[in-house]
C-alpha cells in the first residue's frame, strides 16, 4: 500500500526532529568533553604533571653524621670512623647461593650476619639492597671490587659507624649506640622518618641516650628516579644531612683513665668534682666494659659473661646505684645539731659502747666505748654513740631538711642512664612508702647513715662539695654543646652559720690528720695539699645480740657479698678546697681500709694533674705507690696504644 505524500512528510519532519536532538546531544557531549579535557590538560596540568613526577621520582633520606663527643681538652670519646660493608640486590644476583659461595673466598662471612641478610632478602623487594657483611676491612672492599664481574648484585659500600676509642674507660658515661628497635619506635607519638632508616643507629645508654636529640642531627634527601616498578634508576639531585651536635664534656680523659685503672676489678665506684665550677672531672663505675661490642650487636657469650658477673659491670654505679652511706652521713647530723643550736661544739657526750633507746641497744663500732667525745673528736674517731645522742635530740624533721640542702635525696641533672634520687627518709616518706608510723629507732639508725637512709656516689660527692664550699654546688657533665658553653654548677650559698661548717670541716680534716683520726693511715703529706675527709662503713646484714656477745664476724671470713660496704668522702687542700671525692667499694669491709686509699691516690692525682711526686705520701707507703704508679701507668700506655691502633 502506498503511502501518502502527507504520511510522507510527517514521517521525514519526525526523522529530522529526532536527528536534530541525536546531533545536539552528540554535540552537547562533544562540549563536555572538550571542556572536561580543557580542564585535565590546561588548568590540572600542573597537578597532574606532579602526581606523575611523583611516580618517576623517590625522595630517600640520607642519614647524617652523629655528632661527636670529647672530653674537656679536646680528646675523643666517641667518634664516626668509615664502615665498609658489602651489599646484594636479590634480582641482580640471580643464583644467590652461587654468589655467597664465591663471596667466602673473598671475604670472611659470619654465619649469624649472613642467616640474618638470607631472612631479610626473603622479607625484601628482589631490588632492594641488603648488608651481607659489615665493617669489613678495606682489602676485602677491594678484593671484591676487582673480582665484581664474578659476583653479579654485589657492591661494596662505605659509611660511617660509631666508635670508641677510650674503649673501657667512658663506658658508662658516654654510653654506646645501637640498631632502631621497636620498643625505640614505641617511645614516639610520631617516630621520624629517620629512624626507619634500616639499621640507622642511636643512643642506647648515657650520653648517647640522654643527648639523642642533640647528636643525632637532621636528615638529608636525594631525588632519584626510578621505573615502574620502583627500581633506582639514577640520581637527580642531592641535600647533604646536616650533622648532630659535637658535646664536649667535663670529664678530664686521663684522670678518668687513672680512676679507672685505680679501681681495678672491686665492685667500685668513684666521682671527682671540680669546686670551682661544679664540673664532674672523673665518674667512674667498675669493673666495666667495651661499648664498641654494643655497636653492631653484642654476642650472646659476651653479653652472658657481663649479665652473669657478681660485680656488674654493666651498672653505672656512680648515679645508679644506692647505697646505706654509713658514718659519711654524720656530717649532715652534726651540721643539723649545730643548726639548730642545740649542741656547742665543746659539748661531750659519753660513750660506754652503746645506747639504750626504747628498750633496744644501739652499739658502737668500738665495742668498748670512746669515752667523752666533743663534736671534733666523735667525727675523728667516728664515734657512733655521740651521734646517736644528737639524734634523740635534733629529731628526723630537721635531719632531712638538713639533707637535702646538702644535695642528698636529689636525682641530679646529669646526662647519664637511671640516676637515683635514692632515700632522704622523713616521717612523711615512711607513712607513703611503708604504711608505718616513724619510730625514734628510726631517727638513730638515720644518724649515723643505716637505716633507710640511702645514697649515691655521686650525691655524696654533691654533698662533701657542698660542706667543702657552704655553696650550692651543681654537678655539670656537659661543658659545651657546639662549641657554647653551658652554665656552671656553683651558685649562691647555702646559707648555713660559716662557724658551724668550719667546726665540720675541722672535724674532717682530724680524720685523715690526726693519729687518732680513722683515715690518717691515707693521709697526704704535702703542706699544701692537706686533704679532710671521713670514712664509712655500712652493713649488709643484721648482726645479733648472739652473735656480738660470741664476736662480730670479721668481714674477711665473710662471703664477699655479706661484707660491708666501705665509703670515703673527701676534699682538699684543706685550705683552699679544689677538689670533692666519692669512693663507695661495694662489699669493700672498711671504709678506711677499702676506700680511703683509693681516693687519697685519685685527689692527688686530681690535684697535681698527673703523678703526683712520692713526697706527697707518707713514707711507709712509699714503696707501694711507686710499684701502683708503675703499673697503672703501664696499663694506661697499653690501652692508649689500644685506642690509637684502633682508632
Known amino acids: 500500500m502506498r503511502r501518502s505524500p502527507k504520511d510522507t512528510a510527517e514521517s521525514f519532519r519526525k526523522i529530522s526532529r529526532r536527528g536534530l536532538l ?8 562533544g562540549g563536555v568533553l572538550a571542556m572536561r579535557m580543557r580542564h585535565l590538560q590546561v588548568d590540572q596540568a600542573d597537578e597532574f604533571r606532579l602526581l606523575a613526577e611523583e611516580n618517576r621520582v623517590n625522595i630517600r633520606l640520607i642519614p647524617p653524621a652523629r655528632g661527636r663527643i670529647f672530653d674537656r681538652n679536646g680528646k675523643p670519646l666517641a667518634e664516626n670512623e668509615p664502615s665498609y660493608r658489602i651489599t646484594m640486590v636479590r634480582e641482580d644476583a640471580g643464583d644467590v647461593d652461587a654468589v655467597i659461595a ?52 654485589v657492591t661494596p659500600e662505605v659509611g660511617l659507624s660509631r666508635v670508641y676509642p677510650r674503649k673501657e674507660d667512658f663506658a658508662h658515661v658516654v654510653g654506646y649506640v645501637g640498631p632502631v628497635s621497636d620498643r625505640d619506635l614505641a617511645r614516639y607519638d610520631e617516630p621520624e622518618p629517620l629512624l626507619r632508616i634500616p639499621r640507622f643507629q642511636i643512643g642506647k645508654v648515657g650520653v648517647e641516650a640522654k643527648m639523642e636529640d642533640a647528636l643525632r642531627g637532621r636528615a ?55 669546686l670551682e665550677n661544679g664540673d664532674i672531672k672523673a665518674i667512674a663505675s667498675a669493673p666495666t666494659y667495651d661499648p664498641n661490642l654494643f655497636v653492631r650487636g653484642i654476642s650472646v657469650a659476651d653479653y652472658s659473661l657481663l649479665r652473669d658477673n657478681d660485680h656488674r659491670p654493666l651498672a653505672s ?177 647555702l646559707g648555713f652559720n660559716e662557724n658551724h661548717m668550719r667546726q665540720i670541716r675541722r672535724g674532717m680534716y682530724a680524720v685523715s690528720n690526726n693519729r687518732r683520726g680513722t683515715a690518717y693511715r691515707s693521709r697526704i703529706i704535702a703542706d699544701d695539699f692537706r686533704m679532710a675527709g671521713k670514712t664509712g662503713t655500712s652493713q649488709v646484714r643484721n648482726i645479733t645480740e648472739a652473735e656480738r656477745r660470741r664476736g662480730v664476724t670479721r668481714n674477711e671470713d665473710l662471703p664477699w657479698n655479706r661484707r660491708d660496704h666501705a665509703l670515703f668522702v673527701n676534699f682538699a687542700p684543706f685550705d683552699k678546697p679544689r677538689y670533692a671525692v666519692s669512693v663507695v667499694v661495694e662489699h669493700g669491709g672498711g671504709g678506711s681500709t677499702a676506700a680511703a686509699p683509693i681516693a687519697r691516690d685519685v685527689t692527688l692525682q686530681a690535684l697535681y694533674g698527673g703523678d703526683p711526686p712520692l713526697d706527697a705520701y707518707p713514707v711507709a707507703d712509699r714503696p707501694r705507690i711507686e710499684a701502683l704508679q708503675d703499673r697503672l701507668r703501664r696499663e694506661r700506655e697499653e690501652r692508649d696504644a689500644n685506642g690509637q691502633s684502633r682508632a
Request: aromatic share 6%; with cysteine.
Open 317 to 493: 654505679k656512680t648515679v645508679q646505684d644506692a647505697y646505706p652511706p654509713g658514718s659519711t652521713f654524720k656530717m649532715v647530723t652534726a651540721l643539723a645539731a649545730l643548726d639548730a643550736g642545740l649542741i656547742a661544739p665543746d659539748d661531750t657526750v659519753y660513750c660506754p659502747g652503746h645506747l639504750e633507746v626504747s628498750g633496744r641497744k644501739f652499739h658502737c663500732w668500738k665495742r668498748a666505748g670512746h669515752g667523752h667525745m666533743t663534736l671534733e673528736q666523735a667525727l675523728r674517731e667516728s664515734c657512733d654513740v655521740y651521734f646517736y645522742d644528737l639524734a634523740l635530740k635534733v629529731g628526723i624533721d630537721k635531719i632531712h631538711e638538713i639533707s637535702d640542702r646538702l644535695g642528698l635525696g636529689v636525682a641530679h641533672d646529669v646526662p647519664m642512664s637511671a640516676v637515683s634520687a635514692g632515700i632522704n627518709p622523713s616521717r612523711d616518706w615512711k607513712m607513703r612508702e611503708r604504711g608505718s608510723e616513724w619510730l625514734i629507732g628510726d631517727t638513730v639508725n638515720t644518724s649515723i647513715g643505716q637505716g633507710y637512709v640511702l645514697t649515691s656516689p655521686l650525691q655524696l660527692a654533691v654533698m662533701t662539695a657542698r660542706i667543702a664550699t657552704g655553696k650550692v654546688v651543681t654537678p655539670r657533665l656537659i661543658k659545651s654543646i657546639d662549641g657554647v658553653e653551658t652554665p656552671h654548677g656553683v651558685g649562691a650559698p
Open 220 to 274: 638529608g634527601a636525594k631525588q632519584v628516579e626510578v621505573n615502574a616498578v620502583g627500581r633506582v634508576m639514577r640520581e637527580l639531585s642531592r641535600r647533604e644531612g646536616e650533622a648532630g651536635a659535637d658535646l664536649q664534656l667535663t670529664l678530664d680523659a686521663d684522670l678518668q683513665a687513672y680512676v679507672q685503672a685505680r679501681l681495678g676489678e672491686e665492685s667500685a665506684s668513684a666521682v671527682v668534682l671540680d
Open 22 to 29: 541525536l546531533a545536539g546531544t552528540q554535540l552537547a557531549f
Open 102 to 153: 664465591r663471596l667466602s673466598t673473598l671475604v670472611e662471612l659470619d654465619e649469624d650476619d649472613l642467616n640474618r641478610a638470607l631472612t631479610e632478602m626473603k622479607r625484601s623487594a628482589p631490588f632492594l639492597p641488603v648488608t651481607v657483611a659489615d665493617r669489613v676491612t678495606w682489602d676485602e672492599i677491594s678484593r671484591v671490587a676487582v673480582n665484581a664481574p664474578a659476583l653479579p648484585g
